[in-house]
Structure formats: structure tokens, C-alpha cells
Nanobody, 126 residues
């Protein structure tokens, strides 16, 4: 079971970037999925999450209105569209998936996610 995040890079403040997460080893189409991030020297924090069917999403206050999470269950993939990027968005972005089928629970709690990707680095310059 693997989650592979990609799409990170160096951008300027105000730019847009989309990061992706490809799942392999099992289907993730029946599981909630999320993005978390960790900046250097800081704790990991919740960014965005979606239920298994994409009908419900959640965002942290710091990204709401700028970031959009989406998923393509046919491709076993998760995406995060990031617009109006700020230097404080600089972090390694990790995708995560729950293993319980069709369960929602808390979308923002890291301990509800069982499988984690390796992270993709997003750097936003001012």
C-alpha cells in the first residue's frame, strides 16, 4: 500500500500550484483522504480533507477559500489545488487515507488516518 505525492516546487507568492497523490496497492475510493503539511520547525497541521465520495470537504482556516481538495476515485488519486499562495504555505505536503470504508468521523484529526505518503515540498517565495 502506497501513497505517492507529487507536484511540489518553488513558486512565487500569488502563484498557483496543484499537488497530486496517487494511491497504489489497494483502492482508496471508499476511504476519506486528506492533506496535511509540516513546515520546518513546526508541527504537522491539517490542510484539507474529503469524504470517500467527495460530497463533504473540510479546510483549515488558513487555506479556506484559496485551496480546493478533490479526488478522482477512478484514478485512485487525490489532488490539492492551491491558489494565491503565500510564503507561510511553504511546507512539505503529505496525503493520507483512512482504512475504514465509508467512514467520515473527524476529517481533520491526523490519528484518524492510517496510510501516509512521503510528502512533496512546496516553497513559496515572497
Amino acid at each position: 500500500v502506497q501513497l505517492q505525492a507529487s507536484g511540489g516546487g518553488l513558486v512565487r507568492a500569488g502563484d498557483s500550484l496543484r499537488v497530486s497523490c496517487a494511491g497504489s496497492g489497494r483502492t482508496f475510493s471508499r476511504n476519506k483522504m486528506a492533506w496535511f503539511r509540516q513546515a520546518p520547525g513546526k508541527e504537522r497541521e491539517f490542510v484539507a480533507a474529503t469524504t470517500w465520495n467527495g460530497e463533504s470537504t473540510g479546510y483549515s482556516d488558513s487555506v479556506r477559500g484559496r485551496f480546493t481538495i478533490s479526488r478522482d476515485n477512478a484514478k485512485n488519486s487525490l489532488y490539492l489545488q492551491m491558489n494565491s499562495l503565500k510564503p507561510e504555505d511553504t511546507a512539505a505536503y503529505y496525503c493520507a487515507a483512512d482504512r475504514t470504508f465509508y467512514y467520515s468521523g473527524s476529517l481533520s484529526q491526523a490519528n484518524e488516518y492510517d496510510d501516509w505518503g512521503q510528502g512533496t515540498l512546496v516553497t513559496v517565495s515572497s
